[in-house]
């Protein structure tokens, strides 16, 4: 392995600088890189997609754990620095050019099943992790997707991925991401770790895959806590009444119409979306 410079030095010898547009901030403190590469536990020889890799800050932790890593990047200006890690680590980067977002991850990790550690960019951090706990297909990694996802977000958005029934963090992401996985807040990262540092903090969610509750379709469910959360200061009964037969599976399950989406817990979602669906 080639000795590689700090991270900073690959910064300032290819003229790099985080793009507002893309969503980018740099990380540069490879001990907490480390530390953040080791939250999926050992990496020997294990398959990790990394999206938005920047300059490779991340992605030379991965490499040094082990890892076969597979980066989409979408900055062409951070690809000569990319192309120096893969001379670094012969045979376990492979770097992919293009929008994470309109790419089939399957396909890119080629059918074989992955982990997903990512300072995720800003712009389209939510709208990956939503997309990477929907489908039918349960556990993920059955159908070549993902094992486990380690995934850096805005310390409040972060929160919200995490929180219980009843809190004011509590809504849509917190169940997508805990009706048939475990979430946890895995490392809270201060906002001076960054360059440039951005205004607010950032902590990172560490999310496995469960067993999903039988007799629960998955899309029913996204559309009740889409309903329910898109118009979380009303009544169920009016936020739901555009959802074909919620009225009904609701007295069914015994929740009252007069209850807000905040209070209703993971389970009770659950019962809801299994109500609708008989």
């Known amino acids: 392995m080639t000795t590689l410079p700090p991270i900073r030095e690959t910064i300032a ?9 893309l969503g980018q901030n740099f990380l540069l403190d490879e001990q907490l890189l480390d530390r953040i590469a080791a939250l999926p536990g050992d990496l020997t020889g294990a398959n990790v997609l990394e999206v938005g890799p920047g300059p ?3 992605t030379r932790a991965l490499l040094r754990a082990g890892a076969n890593v597979t980066a989409i990047e ?8 990319l192309d120096e890690l893969s001379d670094a680590f012969p045979g376990q980067l492979t770097v992919i050019q293009g929008d994470a977002m309109k790419l089939d991850h399957g396909e890119v990790m080629k059918g074989a099943p992955f982990h997903v550690l990512s300072n995720l960019p800003y712009n389209v951090g939510t709208a990956l992790f939503v997309r990477w706990l929907s489908g039918e297909d349960w556990p993920p990694q059955k159908s070549g997707q993902w094992q486990s996802l380690t995934l850096m977000f805005q310390r409040e958005v972060a929160e919200r991925i995490v929180a219980k029934a009843g809190t004011g963090a509590y809504g849509r992401l917190a169940v997508l991401a805990q009706w048939r996985s475990s979430a946890k807040l895995a490392m809270k990262v201060h906002r001076s770790a960054f360059t440039p540092p951005p205004k607010v903090m950032s902590a990172i969610v560490h999310v496995t895959a469960g067993e999903a509750p039988e007799g629960v379709n998955a899309k029913t ?3 009740l806590t889409e309903a329910a959360f898109g118009q979380r200061r009303k009544m ?14 609701m007295e069914a399950v015994g929740i009252e119409p007069t209850r807000r989406a ?3 817990s993971v389970d009770e979602f659950i019962a809801l979306a299994r109500a609708l669906k008989d």
């Open 13 to 21: 010898k290819h003229g790099l600088s985080a793009s507002k547009a």
């Open 56 to 58: 490779g800050g991340l």
């Open 74 to 81: 979408m900055d062409a200006r951070c690809l000569p620095a």
């Open 221 to 223: 469910l996204e559309r």
């Open 236 to 249: 169920l009964r009016q936020s739901l009444k555009g959802v074909p037969g919620a009225l009904d599976a």
């Open 262 to 264: 905040e209070t209703v």
